[in-house]
């Protein structure tokens, strides 16, 4: 059952967006990367699976759509968070071998980065911030 | 989750992200050893014959004296300036640890230590082969598997025993080769007409040198080991066959207009065949525009410098060009001698090598039909052909096509064309590396990324592009001197490093024969497979310098007497 405090076009907005966000990564991984390598596809999977069912239940208004959505969205920005991470510090280890990267180094890692940022990062931030704290025994239809 | 919980996560985050990201900088940038050590190697035609660790660059052993004592060895100390750990669990983590050309590796196993030296590896190809991306269809790195069986065999046991439990580590050396004194670095401020005529010649004779009595070139040469690699080039050949004649009508000397001649004739001997009611070039039932583009090129240097009769030869295949040429001006870039029909695909490279055959063709026909025809072929690479939204923020590789913009300058003058050709400068220009930007010897080169070694060749062609529009645009009075000035630079940047990386002499106790490689062109700082085209570009591009840029250099306060060397 969806939280009271829901106005309906949100409900349906964050829904989509996570179907959307899904889709993309699903595309973005398993089309548009030439390679598979277990370790992306795995966590690619699950994160597409999250995300998609999430923005299903939300647009169904299922009663078990917030905790999912929550659950999907903590998922969601923890693996977003490793994955900055992991550019960051490939970044750092190839500055450390290296030195300077380059101007085009440094663009690509960035623009790495910046692509990921409206699926693991912002949405996920907004929707978590959107669900707000767990009002356990206040939720009514 | 509320706000301020957000908040705080990410701070933490991002203080203990930095934290990392400091730790492993730290961590993997060389330290300066605590011991000084001095790793000794007597070299001899290309191969180790002893090696011994010092303390100082001084330091001799009886071991090392009697390796010395055989002609031909060369004492070379490489001292090592840096040490930073490895991580050799992954292949590809290792394989991008080690800059190219600069590190090698301390491999220590059973309380036994060995290293395997930056110029082992460039001997046997050891950097930038390590790790292969078919997507992008590049490989890069060092050769793990290489320094792991080399340190194997020096230390005595199996490879997998050093890749299960030897300790690895990056040591950066600066290499003395010792009673050779080194030389001046060649610098874009200190370029000058005498340095550029002394590497255009060198890379001539190379190529000259490699010319047997056929006309056929050495095509691609190991330089380490002086041994020919399979393969063959028609369009390459022909290249190569223009440069020498640019280099011969330049000098005038008897080897270089000799060469030239045998290799043409190979073109125009054994090479020329019948497309259809046309002459052309290739053997092969379907054969390409660019084959015979490039030799009307070369057929017209030699026409104009050396040989009239080669003009001729320019009126025989022009024909084949022209035909190829569809009405809005796009080249087919294919011929299919048994249906006998163009074949109406595109490559790179081939209509702008069609469309500057054309515009030299004019020059020595004074035919109309090769002057229209090289026009509208212009006019088409530079208009109907790289039309889309974003064209302004990328390019193809557009050096023929800058270099005919120029030859038509004077007959037919296109300003967009050149106004193309200078955007795709400038694009060129922020892509252009300084100093700082590479560990490798990068100044000038054009490049993405830190850990691929520049290439030599995309900073010639370039080169030959910017001078030609560098050219036109002084003719043209388009460009303002502050453009002028950066185009300039841009070529000087390139042509240097060029010409601090040509082997004149090289790294001569690296190679077998350091007399046959004299004066090549490598394909970077650690490709030393040498394939023709590369002398060709280069060669090419630094003529034209000499032509249009080096008068105004000559009176440059800034123009220095320098050596030449790397």
């Not at chain 1, 370790?39 to 239940?57: E, H, M, N, R, T």
Request: charged share 20%; hydrophobic share 45%.
């Amino acid at each position: 059952m969806a939280s009271p405090n829901w106005p309906a076009k949100s409900r349906i907005v964050f829904g989509t967006l996570d179907v959307l966000a899904a889709a993309i990564l699903a595309i973005g991984v398993f089309l548009g990367l030439p390679t598979r390598w277990p370790p992306v596809d795995l966590c690619s999977g699950l994160l597409v699976f999250l995300l998609l069912v999430a923005g299903i239940g939300l647009l169904a208004n299922a009663a078990w759509s917030e905790t999912l959505a929550r659950i999907a969205s903590r998922v969601v920005l923890v693996f977003g968070l490793l994955f900055f991470a992991l550019v960051a510090s490939s970044v750092s280890y190839l500055y450390g071998i290296y030195g300077a990267v380059g101007r085009g180094g440094a663009t690509l890692f960035i623009l790495v980065g910046a692509l990921a940022v409206p699926y693991l990062f912002a949405l996920p931030v907004t929707e978590l911030l959107w669900l707000g704290s767990r009002k356990v025994g206040k939720q009514v239809r | 989750m509320s706000a301020r919980a957000l908040v705080r996560t990410f701070a933490i985050y991002l203080w203990a992200l930095s934290l990392l990201c400091a730790f492993i900088v730290a961590r993997y940038s060389l330290h300066t050893p605590k011991n000084p050590l001095v790793i000794t190697s007597v070299w001899q035609a290309g191969k180790i014959t002893n090696r011994a660790i010092f303390s100082n660059e001084t330091d001799s052993s009886p071991e090392i004296e009697a390796a010395l004592a055989q002609p031909g060895a060369t004492r070379v100390n490489e001292v090592v300036t840096g040490i930073s750990p490895i991580e050799a669990n992954v292949e590809a983590l290792f394989a991008v640890s080690l800059v190219s050309a600069r590190d090698g590796a301390r491999i220590t196993y059973a309380g036994k230590t060995t290293y395997v030296t930056p110029d082992e590896l460039l001997t046997q190809r050891g950097y930038d082969h390590g790790v292969e991306s078919s997507a992008l269809g590049v490989t890069f790195g060092a050769d793990v598997q290489l320094i792991i069986a080399l340190a194997a065999e020096r230390l005595g046991t199996r490879a997998s025993e050093i890749a299960a439990h030897a300790t690895f580590a990056r040591i950066r050396v600066a290499r003395k080769i010792v009673g050779i004194p080194e030389r001046s670095r060649v610098t874009p401020e200190g370029l000058n007409a005498d340095i550029v005529r002394t590497a255009v010649m060198d890379a001539a004779h190379y190529l000259a040198r490699g010319v047997d009595e056929n006309g056929r070139f050495r095509y691609l040469v190991n330089a380490v080991t002086n041994k020919n690699l399979a393969g063959y080039d028609w369009p390459r050949h022909s290249g190569a066959t223009y440069f020498l004649a640019q280099a011969a009508t330049m000098s005038k000397d008897p080897e270089l207009v000799a060469a030239t001649l045998r290799a043409a004739s190979m073109l125009r001997d054994r090479e020329t065949a019948r497309c259809g009611p046309n002459a052309c070039i290739g053997q092969d039932d379907v054969v390409d525009l660019g084959s015979a583009a490039l030799a009307v090129v070369a057929y017209a240097q030699i026409a104009a410098g050396i040989d009239p009769s080669y003009k001729a030869q320019v009126e025989k295949l022009t024909p084949f060009l022209r035909a190829q040429q569809r009405d809005d001006g796009e080249f087919k870039h294919q011929f299919d001698k048994s249906t006998k029909r163009a074949i109406d695909i595109q490559f790179p490279y081939y209509s702008g090598e069609a469309t500057l055959a054309l515009a030299r063709a004019y020059r020595v026909t004074n035919d109309p039909l090769d002057l229209k025809a090289a026009k509208n072929g212009l006019a088409r690479i530079v208009g109907g052909a790289w039309s889309f939204f974003g064209n302004r923020y990328y390019f193809g590789e557009e050096h023929w096509t800058c270099q005919a913009m120029d030859d038509l300058w004077d007959a037919a003058p296109d300003p967009h064309a050149l106004d193309f050709c200078m955007r795709w400068q400038e694009y060129m220009r922020h892509m252009q590396l300084r100093a700082d930007e590479s560990p490798h010897d990068g100044d000038g080169a054009f490049a993405f990324d830190p850990i691929l070694t520049p290439r030599l060749t995309p900073a010639a062609s370039r080169c030959e592009a910017g001078v030609a529009s560098y050219d036109a645009a002084k003719k043209s009075h388009s460009a303002s001197p502050a453009e002028l000035a950066a185009l300039d630079m841009q070529l000087r940047r390139a042509l240097a490093l060029i010409i601090r990386q040509q082997f004149s002499p090289g790294p001569a106790h690296l190679f077998a024969d350091p007399e046959a490689v004299h004066g090549a062109i490598p394909g970077s700082e650690v490709d030393w497979e040498i394939r023709i085209d590369y002398a060709q570009h280069a060669g090419s591009a630094m003529i034209r310098w000499l032509d249009v840029l080096a008068p105004a250099a000559s009176q440059s306060p800034t123009n220095q007497p320098q050596n030449v060397g790397p």
